[in-house]
C-alpha cells in the first residue's frame, strides 16, 4: 500500500522542529529523507516509528490504515549478551512464535544474509557491516512491509558502505519492502533511493528523483546543501543578468524572480567545452585533478576561481578555453 504524510508538524518547547511535512510514499519503494543535521530528519523518523507522536498531522496508510513499520536504528542496539541468532529471533519470541519455527526462520533468513557462520557469536565480535546485517536480519524476520532505517550506512568506510547500500537495495527488491531512511550523505539517497525529500529546517523544501535534484534545485538553500557548485552573485540588468563572469540571459525556478540574484553554476553536467546556443566564459585553467572517471578542473575568470568536472585530458594546465553552458543557467 502506499503511506501518507499528511500536515505533520512537531513543537517540542518552543521550537518548531517539523513544518506541516505532506509526502506521498509509493508501495516498493526507497524514499530517502536527506537534509542537514539539526534539519527534523530523526524526529521525523521516530514519528513514523510510532516512537513519538506529531503536534498535529497524520501518518497512515491506504485505507486509512495505520502503518507498522520496523525501525533499524544508526546503532543497531543488538542486545550485547544474546547471540546473533537470539538477537534476530527476539522480536520472533515476544510474539510467543514457537522455538522451532523461530530458529527455523532464523536459518533462512541468516542465510539470505549471508551470516549463517555468524549465528553463535556476539554483537562484539562482528565488524560494522556484519552488525548491520544481523539488525537487518532481525527486521526482516518479521516480515514487515514498511522499513524505517535512520542514518543506516553513517557508521561504515566508504567501501562497505557502497557494499552495504547495493546489498540493501537487493533485499528491498527480493522481500519486495517499502523502505523509508534518513541521511545526510547524499550520494546514499542517490544510490539508493528512487525519491529523494529535501528536509532543511523542518520543511521539505523539494520532492525529486536523485538525478534531478542537482541539475534543479528548489531554491537557494537546498542548492547551498547539495553543494558540488559554484555560487556567484550578480545584478540584474533588465531581464540579464551580470555578474563577475557573466553577462546575459538566465531563467530561475523560484516562483519569482529573485531581488538580488546568485548565478547557480554546479561543477557536473553545466559547463562543457562544445559549442552551444549558451556561451559562457573565457577561462584559464589552473589545475586539474582526476576523481573516478572525471578531472576536477580549477578554473580562473578575471578574479573569480570556480570548478567544473570535464573528461579526463579535456584540458591542459595553463590554457585559455571558451566555455559554453548545456542549458540557460540558472539563478537563485
Do not use: C
Not at 509509493?26 to 536527506?34: D, G, P, S, Y
Not at 541468516?110 to 536480519?137: C, F, H, N
Not at 533485499?171 to 550520494?187: A, G, R, S
Amino acid at each position: 500500500m502506499a503511506y501518507y504524510l499528511e500536515k505533520i508538524s512537531q513543537t517540542k518547547g518552543h521550537q518548531e522542529i517539523l513544518k506541516q511535512i505532506d509526502l506521498k510514499i509509493e508501495e516498493n519503494e526507497v524514499f530517502a529523507i536527506l537534509g542537514p543535521s539539526g534539519g527534523g530528519k530523526t524526529t521525523l523518523l521516530n514519528i513514523l516509528a510510532q516512537i513519538d507522536q506529531p503536534t498535529s498531522g497524520r501518518f497512515y496508510g491506504d485505507n486509512d490504515a495505520q502503518p507498522k513499520g520496523i525501525l533499524v536504528f544508526q546503532d543497531y542496539r543488538l542486545f550485547p549478551h544474546m547471540t546473533v541468532v537470539q538477537n534476530i529471533t527476539f522480536g520472533l519470541k515476544m510474539r510467543h512464535i514457537p522455538k522451532k519455527a523461530r530458529l527455523a526462520r532464523a536459518a533462512e533468513i541468516m542465510k539470505t544474509m549471508g551470516i549463517s557462520d555468524l549465528a553463535k557469536r556476539y554483537p562484539d565480535e562482528l565488524s560494522g557491516g556484519q552488525q548491520q546485517r544481523v539488525a537487518l536480519a532481525r527486521a526482516l524476520i518479521l516480515k514487515p512491509k514498511l522499513v524505517l532505517m535512520d542514518e543506516p550506512f553513517s557508521s561504515l568506510d566508504e567501501g562497505l558502505r557502497l557494499e552495504m547500500l547495493n546489498f540493501v537495495k537487493q533485499l528491498q527488491q527480493q522481500f519486495q519492502l517499502t523502505i523509508i531512511f534518513v541521511t545526510h550523505y547524499k550520494n546514499e539517497a542517490y544510490l539508493l533511493s528512487n525519491q529523494v525529500a529535501i528536509l532543511i529546517d523542518g520543511t521539505v523544501m523539494q520532492l525529486d528523483e536523485p538525478a534531478h535534484l542537482e541539475q534543479a534545485p528548489a531554491n537557494l538553500a537546498v542548492a547551498e546543501f547539495l553543494g558540488q557548485a559554484n555560487f556567484i552573485p550578480g545584478t540584474w540588468i533588465d531581464k540579464t543578468i551580470k555578474t563577475a563572469i557573466y553577462q546575459g540571459p538566465v531563467t530561475w525556478h523560484t516562483a519569482k524572480k529573485p531581488v538580488t540574484p546568485t548565478l547557480y553554476i554546479p561543477f557536473a553536467q553545466f559547463l562543457q567545452l562544445t559549442v552551444s546556443d549558451y556561451p559562457a566564459f573565457k577561462a584559464q585553467v589552473l589545475d586539474h585533478r582526476w576523481i573516478g572517471n572525471l578531472e576536477r578542473v580549477t578554473l580562473q575568470v578575471g578574479t573569480t576561481v570556480l570548478s567544473v568536472n570535464l573528461p579526463p585530458n579535456a584540458v591542459t594546465t595553463g590554457e585559455s578555453y571558451d566555455f559554453y553552458f548545456k542549458q540557460l543557467p540558472v539563478v537563485y
